[in-house]
């Protein structure tokens, strides 16, 4: 079983909307730290959006005021919600989740990951 399954993700024009889903095997994924990352061809994973145990978010600078990141404890659901993208958005976007780990930290921390979704935005 996959533990970590996004969708959501296609193309759309600049100003657009999606949102990003993570379907998580159980409450071993969905009560610890989780978050969204991206990554283009030949470049950094860089880290979009956290969430920790008791709830509390982090963005990228680059995001704050378009994207929130929620989760759905009782779906074991985690999600991004994405508002007036630009195409420098454009990448693909995948699901993290630092089992064991109720605080967010750095990047090693994220144990688990899923497949990813591309995300498109056309000027």
């Known amino acids: 079983q996959v533990p970590l399954v996004e969708s959501g993700g296609g193309s759309v024009q600049a100003g657009g909307s999606l949102r990003l889903s993570c379907a998580t095997s159980g409450y071993t994924y969905i009560n610890f730290c989780m978050a969204w990352f991206r990554q283009a061809p030949g470049k950094e994973r860089e880290g979009v959006a956290s969430?920790?145990?008791?709830?509390?978010?982090t963005y990228a600078d680059s995001v704050k005021g378009r994207f929130t990141i929620t989760k759905d404890i009782d779906k074991n659901i985690l999600y991004l919600q994405m508002n007036n993208l630009k195409p420098e958005d454009s990448d693909m976007y995948y699901c993290?989740?630092?089992?064991?780990?109720?605080?967010?930290?750095?990047?090693?921390?994220?144990?688990?990951w899923g497949q990813g979704t591309q995300v498109t935005i056309s000027s």
């Open positions: 993290a989740a630092a089992r064991g780990y109720l605080s967010c930290g750095g990047r090693d921390s994220y144990n688990s």
């Open positions: 969430i920790e145990h008791y709830g509390i978010t």
